[in-house]
């Protein structure tokens, strides 16, 4: 009797032995679960650490911290590569200005030349090459001020609506010159709250790339977001049958949707992202049958 009273005291102590040895492991785990979010959402780089020893937990918890600082270490090289790469085109669009400069000056001074009807027409094509690449750099200038610089935004409500048929009716001959028509849907007046030379650079950069890549009519649409503070702009056109185009990558620098082609989409939209997102708006674009819709979403001007 006394035996088995014993071993009945001794399996209780067990059992609570157990019971407060799994109580602690449950604390352990809530306190590394409290760690991980304090590192999620204040940002804090610190290790995860133990209260109490257990074999399992420590291992679990150092190869946690082997994770977390992999990812740190990784995060660090991104932001280094970034800044590199910043600075690389910065150093290359200024590099790719002086040559440019020089080539138009020698072509200018060929053009008052006694040249052939032949030789004209070979400098001609030279100079709307050398025209396409200044361009190109500018573009790349642009692109390389914006990722370095702070913006400073001169925030005022705008008249949306007709500041985008504004910026159109100056377009009017770029359109002509490339035989394309353009189509504004009538708006009633919208109003944002946003900087009207970086809205007005978006919209030239977006007239840019449709007269670039349309196959066709461009179709212009202003509307405010449903169930949002937004007003989207909208540029639709036809692209060339079986062109190769991944939406989602449109605003990506350098994409090109085809491989073979020489002429990529550049930094245009590139740039219109980055302007949109200082101004606290978004973009995204499209592809259905054939049509190619490009958005810009900006904040309502109360």
Same mark, same amino acid.
């Not at 449950?26 to 590192?39: P, T």
């Not at 770029?174 to 919208?190: D, R, S, T, V, Y």
């Not at 179709?219 to 405010?224: A, G, I």
């Not at 054939?290 to 109360?302: D, H, K, Q, T």
């Given at each position: 009797?006394?035996?088995?009273?014993?071993? #009945?005291?001794?399996?209780? #102590?067990?059992?609570?032995?157990?019971?407060? %040895?799994?109580? %602690?492991?449950?604390?352990?785990?809530?306190?590394?679960?409290?760690?991980?979010?304090?590192?999620? !959402?204040?940002?804090?780089?610190?290790?995860?650490?133990?209260?109490?020893?257990?074999?399992?937990?420590?291992?679990?918890?150092?190869?946690?911290?082997?994770?977390?600082?992999?990812?740190?270490?990784?995060?660090?090289?991104?932001?280094?590569?970034?800044?590199?790469?910043?600075?690389?085109?910065?150093?290359? !669009?200024?590099?790719?200005?002086?040559?440019? /400069?020089?080539?138009?000056? =020698?072509?200018?001074?060929?053009?008052?030349?006694?040249? /052939?009807?032949?030789?004209?027409?070979?400098?001609?094509?030279?100079?709307?090459?050398?025209?396409?690449?200044?361009?190109?750099?500018?573009?790349?200038?642009? =692109?390389? %001020?914006?990722?370095?610089?702070?913006?400073?935004?001169?925030?005022?409500?705008?008249?949306?609506?007709?500041?985008?048929?504004?910026?159109?009716?100056?377009? #009017?001959?770029?359109?002509?010159?490339?035989?394309?028509?353009?189509?504004?849907?009538?708006?009633?007046?919208?109003?944002?709250?946003?900087?009207?030379?970086?809205?007005?650079?978006?919209?030239?950069?977006?007239?840019?790339?449709?007269?670039?890549?349309? =196959?066709?009519?461009?179709?212009?649409?202003?509307? /405010?977001?449903?169930?949002?503070?937004?007003?989207?702009? !909208?540029?639709?056109?036809?692209v060339k049958p079986n062109?190769?185009?991944?939406?989602?990558?449109?605003?990506?620098?350098? %994409?090109?949707?085809?491989?073979?082609?020489?002429?990529?989409?550049?930094?245009?939209?590139?740039?219109?992202?980055?302007?949109a997102e200082q101004l606290?708006?978004? /973009?995204?674009?499209a592809l259905q049958d054939?049509?190619?819709?490009?958005?810009?979403?900006?904040?309502?001007?109360?």
């Open positions: 009797m006394k035996v088995l009273v014993l071993a #009945v005291s001794g399996l209780v #102590v067990l059992v609570v032995a157990l019971i407060l %040895y799994i109580t %602690y492991l449950q604390q352990q785990m809530r306190s590394i679960n409290r760690q991980l979010d304090k590192r999620l !959402s204040e940002h804090t780089r610190q290790p995860i650490h133990l209260q109490i020893f257990s074999k399992e937990l420590s291992k679990l918890t150092i190869n946690i911290n082997k994770c977390l600082k992999a990812e740190e270490n990784l995060r660090l090289k991104g932001i280094r590569e970034e800044k590199q790469f910043k600075e690389l085109i910065a150093n290359i !669009s200024h590099d790719l200005r002086t040559p440019l /400069t020089a080539i138009k000056g =020698y072509q200018q001074l060929m053009s008052g030349s006694d040249l /052939t009807e032949d030789q004209r027409k070979k400098l001609q094509i030279a100079q709307k090459h050398a025209d396409e690449l200044g361009r190109l750099i500018e573009h790349f200038f642009e =692109y390389a %001020y914006l990722l370095n610089a702070e913006p400073k935004l001169h925030l005022e409500r705008i008249n949306l609506t007709n500041f985008v048929a504004e910026c159109l009716a100056a377009s #009017v001959s770029l359109l002509e010159e490339n035989h394309l028509a353009l189509h504004l849907k009538e708006a009633p007046p919208i109003f944002v709250l946003a900087d009207k030379e970086l809205v007005n650079r978006m919209i030239q950069n977006l007239i840019r790339n449709s007269v670039q890549h349309a =196959y066709g009519d461009i179709e212009v649409k202003l509307e /405010t977001a449903q169930a949002a503070d937004q007003a989207v702009l !909208s540029f639709k056109n036809p062109t190769v185009i991944d939406p989602s990558q449109l605003f990506d620098r350098f %994409y090109t949707g085809d491989k073979a082609r020489s002429r990529s989409g550049g930094l245009g939209l590139s740039i219109v992202k980055l302007l606290g708006g978004r /973009t995204s674009a054939g049509m190619l819709e490009i958005n810009i979403e900006l904040p309502l001007g109360s």
